[in-house]
């Protein structure tokens, strides 16, 4: 299955890829992910990224292409995978068609819809594992143990992006250059909405069955 998480930041794309890969077997490609291990291990490709994500501002396009383009052609894509965070943009979204060509379209995009209001709250309280990349919240969803994670006991942290200001020009940057994405994808038929505004449960529980899968 060749997916795509689309949604704004802080909708739970994260969240519902770990569960999304374990039930298809799939792996995870987060563009956001690749970023912040570069960065921690200070890469030529971290380097020039770092300015963009800790302003909020988007990578430039041809910087993300090349990632996504190089990690799909790995041996693990050859039977899907799940893109989150990518694409963001119209100029990535037809690069990816170009990468995948006729041979490997895409099945959906799962669009998870989380109105603007609930956003700030779900990304300033947010901890991620240093480790695994798997995401908490203080208060929606908080680990068993504070500061570590319940999938690999990892230490917990707050993303330098995770601020109240950085969030209002990440959620700008979704509507201007994002949000055309649905409109794109919808003309292809292969958008499935999906409500993140209920527990992470629902929410994979209505994933599963918009990929027509419910037992
Ligand atoms: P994204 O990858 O789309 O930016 P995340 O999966 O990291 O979003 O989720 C953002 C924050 O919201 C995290 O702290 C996560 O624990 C929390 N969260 C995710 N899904 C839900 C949900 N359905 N209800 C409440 N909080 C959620
Ligand atoms: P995420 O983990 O998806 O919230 O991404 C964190 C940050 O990484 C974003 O705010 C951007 O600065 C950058 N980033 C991730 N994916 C992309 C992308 N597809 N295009 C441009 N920038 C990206």
Redesign the pocket.
């Known amino acids: 299955m060749r997916l795509i998480l689309l949604g704004p930041?802080g909708a739970g794309k994260g969240t519902q890829a770990k569960s999304i890969i374990n039930e298809y077997k799939i792996p995870h490609i987060?563009?956001?992910?690749i970023?912040r291990k570069n960065i921690k291990e200070g890469t030529p490709l971290g380097k020039k990224?770092k300015d963009?994500?800790d302003k909020?501002?988007?990578?430039p396009d041809e910087l993300?292409v090349d990632l996504v383009k190089s990690r799909l052609d790995e041996d693990d894509c050859e039977n899907g995978f799940l893109l989150?965070?990518?694409?963001?943009?119209l100029v990535?979204a037809t690069a990816l068609e170009e990468v995948l060509g006729d041979s490997m379209k895409l099945d959906y995009v799962i669009n998870i819809e989380v109105k603007k209001e609930l956003l700030v709250d779900r990304i300033t309280g947010r901890r991620m594992c240093k480790d695994c990349g798997a995401a908490f919240h203080v208060s929606f969803n908080p680990p068993k143990k504070e500061s570590v994670c319940d999938l690999c006991d990892g230490e917990l942290y707050q993303r330098k992006?995770d601020t109240v200001e950085t969030v209002a020009s990440?959620i700008d940057v979704y509507l201007n250059e994002t949000m055309p994405l649905v409109d794109f994808y919808t003309k292809k038929d292969i958008l499935l909405n999906v409500d993140g505004e209920q527990e992470i449960s629902k929410v994979f529980e209505d994933i599963k069955k918009a990929l027509g899968s419910e037992e």
């Open positions: 930041p987060s563009t956001g992910d970023f990224a963009f994500i909020g501002l988007l990578v993300v989150d965070g990518f694409p963001r943009t990535q992006d990440r």
